[in-house]
């Protein structure tokens, strides 16, 4: 397309998972969208997460999101493409002793309260359901509704919604800057629109100084194919400890089964480490904690391990809203673990905003006036 100088309604920036989603969302609202990509559609974060969609409550407004997040997954997954792969696999958050019992019937409770279908497994139940974990665990709790996708396959299919919808995809061209209603191009196109959304994940601050997400390294590693290894997304409630530290570097037992036979396995987390090389010591670290609660899983056939960077925030919760230095500037960033999750309650909540409508969850929790009041006060 010739993008010497456009006119749009909005124009987003980046073409993961979360602005494909806010393109089609926007599109569908009948506003004229142009999505810019530097590199392919679905590629970076979303190309190097896990694509588990679940129920988290670290907090009653990251529950919120993510619960309406998945009823939207749900209502979406019946127009899914089969390249999609999204599979209702369930989540089992493991338990290794009582005390980790305790937190699982705690977030079952806390799910049964807000109708989220959730059952508390014994040790034998776990071992019948799941015969490859390791003997000896306390037990279990099941999310039943929790799914699994293939993230950059979603990303491409809601952008070519979007497209057949009107919107414009600018493909392969990377962004000088983004201000003032106005994205300039790096081969020197000009896009211009009312409202400019920065959907670049880990890269935000890169063309907005200041906004409050830092780069989280993660491992990801694949096996060959090894179908109903394990059947469940596999997560041990200690994970909950790894996601919270926001200092040292970490390693969890969180292992996906893949509709291809596959098993992908992680999880770590890295601050301060920017460069996108396998760390061998914390990737050995993170097949050993596999290892610790599937022991098989050490003679399977590890095919291919990579990085990818979350785009974290201090409290977890992403960055969905105007920002104050520039009232044209939007933010849908700052997902961390939970892009794939979240990605289509953002879109919805981040339309919502765009065209004044109320949204179906509360928009203040995500609003990143939240750090620009903090700074201001001098927090």
Not at 21 to 45: F, K, P, Q, T
Not at 198 to 204: K, L, S, V, Y
Request: charged share 20%; hydrophobic share 45%; aromatic share 6%.
């Amino acid at each position: 397309m010739n993008t010497s100088q456009q006119h749009f309604d909005v124009v987003i920036v980046g073409g993961g998972i979360v602005g494909s989603a806010c393109a089609l969302a926007a599109a569908r609202e009948g506003l004229r969208v142009a999505l810019v990509e530097r590199d392919i559609l679905g590629g970076g974060a979303t190309a190097a997460g896990m694509g588990h969609i679940l129920v988290m409550d670290d907090s009653e407004a990251q529950f919120l999101l993510t619960r309406r997040s998945q009823q939207l997954w749900q209502a979406l997954s019946r127009e899914l493409p089969a390249a999609a792969e999204y599979k209702t696999t369930g989540t089992l958050w493991v338990a290794a002793d009582e005390e980790e019992m305790e937190e699982a019937a705690r977030k079952h409770a806390y799910l049964q309260e807000r109708g989220v279908p959730s059952g508390l497994l014994s040790g034998r139940e776990l071992a019948e359901l799941e015969p490859n974990l390791r003997s000896g665990l306390a037990g279990a709790m099941l999310v039943a509704e929790d799914a699994v996708v293939y993230p950059p396959a979603v990303a491409l299919h809601l952008a070519r919604q979007a497209q057949a919808l009107g919107a414009t995809l600018v493909v392969g061209q990377a962004v000088a800057s983004m201000a003032d209603g106005l994205v300039a191009l790096e081969g020197g196109g000009e896009l211009h629109a009312p409202r400019l959304v920065n959907a670049t994940g880990a890269d935000a601050p890169s063309f907005i100084p200041g906004v409050n997400v830092r780069k989280r390294k993660g491992h990801l590693a694949i096996t060959d194919r090894y179908p109903g290894f394990v059947r469940h997304q596999l997560v041990e409630l200690g994970y909950l400890k790894s996601a919270h530290s926001v200092t040292a570097d970490s390693v969890a037992f969180n292992v996906q089964p893949r509709s291809t036979g596959q098993l992908l396995i992680g999880s770590s987390r890295q601050y301060g480490n920017e460069d996108s090389a396998v760390d061998q010591a914390l990737l050995t670290r993170m097949l050993q904690r596999a290892m610790a609660y599937l022991p098989g899983i050490e003679r399977l056939h590890v095919l291919r391990v990579w990085t990818g960077f979350r785009a974290a925030t201090p409290d977890k919760l992403p960055l969905i809203g105007p920002v104050s230095s520039d009232p044209t500037v939007w933010l849908a960033t700052g997902h961390e673990g939970l892009g794939i999750t979240t990605a289509l309650a953002t879109a919805e909540l981040l339309v919502a905003g765009l065209v004044g409508r109320p949204a179906a969850i509360p928009a203040d929790p995500f609003l990143p006036a939240r750090f620009e009041s903090n700074r201001d006060s001098g927090h």
